[in-house]
């Protein structure tokens, strides 16, 4: 189903599960060795709904060089969000923790590694 929205193959599946608002992920780019920087990384977020920031690389820190504005996004149940070549290598992203979140939320991000 992912493959076939984003017309992208995907061979590896992270899932992260938050119990509640406490459960959270820092800023970061992914990492993983041998990922495929010409790949989409999709994700799909189930249950509780969670922000998910993006901050521009240069934008971070006491020595920033730009100023440019983070971008909040609401990731709702169901909601499928594509990060697309080089978001993930310009733009950082975190999941910050939100006391008004009580419940648990999935996510599953489909990735390609070069295998
Ligand atoms: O839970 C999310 O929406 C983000 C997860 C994430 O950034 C990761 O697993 O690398
Ligand atoms: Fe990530």
Redo the contacts with the bound molecule.
Sequence with gaps: MVGCLTGHHYNFV?I?R?RNGKDH?GE?R?AEKDLDRNSPIV?I?LGQQ?N?ILKHGESRGKNKSKSIRPVKLA?EHGSI?LMNPPTNEIWY???PPCKTAPGV?I?L?FRKIIV
């Design positions: 992270l992260n938050y992920i970061h992914d994700s977020s969670r998910f990731l969000l992203h975190s999941l939320r996510n991000t």
